[in-house]
């Protein structure tokens, strides 16, 4: 059986990419797994710093669940179908969102139902300019099931949100980009290259610095402004203590560049 998975670092940078070329790179549920057992050995992993995800093959970012699959889970009731499809998305894209290093969306092609919903949850993302998105459920006789009727309306607004959710109709990365769903549109040939570049702009910088903020964002959007100050000032309080901060500090008084390690 083929690795739905594959990992590859470059550098301070793991590279995820989702392998199920002939299906559209579909989240079948042992994908899902895979994709949680690799974050789960990156977070760990002190020499990464930055992880990448995007698709196999020139098409596809991720077209979404796997239709087949899920609609035999869907055909033996609610209960069964939400803990094997729904439980399983939902933990595998708050996992990305919540994940304490930055990770980045490479969409190189379709990015339809999950896969847009990945694109949703990362930190980041770059996108092919022949990338195409869409919120597809209702053409299915579903909502969307990764957390996309909560993340799509926090990024874009809740009436650009529904358009999408209740038309299911494709949208092209300049509408993703205007939405707030990625950062950058490139040529298509570019986007590995693009997301390269990002993470490397990032890992200039100290990694506990990182997760300081990816953790003061993440739980802040769902608080209210003051509840959110609160957690920016555990967060920078917690940065205090570290070496890195001290290092940082030092650097930029002696005019030198500083060396993070980390800790």
Not at 121 to 141: C, M, R, Y
Not at 177 to 204: C, S, T, Y
Not at 236 to 246: I, P, T
Request: proline share 5%.
């Amino acid at each position: 059986m083929p690795e739905l998975v594959l990992i590859e670092n470059v550098g301070r940078i793991a590279v995820l990419t989702l392998n199920r070329p002939e299906k559209l790179n579909a989240l079948n549920y042992a994908a899902n797994d895979r994709i949680l057992e690799r974050l789960n050995a990156i977070e760990i992993d002190d020499t990464i710093g930055v992880v990448v995800i995007t698709g196999a093959g020139d098409r596809a970012f991720s077209a979404g669940g796997d239709i087949h699959e899920f609609s035999d889970s869907v055909r033996h009731g609610p209960e069964i179908a939400v803990r094997d499809f729904v439980r399983r998305g939902q933990t595998m894209t708050a996992r990305i969102e919540a994940f304490p290093k930055p990770i980045i969306a490479a969409v190189n092609g379709i990015a339809f139902g999950g896969g847009c919903e990945i694109t949703e949850a990362a930190h980041l993302a770059i996108a092919s300019e022949n990338a195409i998105f869409a919120k597809p459920e209702i053409n299915i006789g579903i909502p969307p099931t990764f957390g996309g009727t909560q993340r799509l309306p926090r990024l874009a607004g809740r009436k650009r949100a529904l358009e999408l959710l209740l038309t299911g109709d494709p949208f092209t990365p300049r509408r993703a980009f205007e939405l707030g769903l990625i950062n950058k549109i490139v040529p298509h040939g570019d986007v590995m290259a693009g997301a390269i570049d990002l993470a490397n702009r990032i890992l200039r910088h100290s990694p506990l610095a990182a997760a300081r903020i990816l953790t003061a964002v993440t739980r802040g959007l769902n608080a209210t402004i003051s509840e959110g100050l609160h957690i920016e000032q555990e967060q920078f309080a917690r940065m205090v203590q570290s070496n890195d901060a001290r290092e940082g500090l030092d650097a930029w008084i002696a005019r030198r560049q500083p060396v993070y390690k980390g800790n």
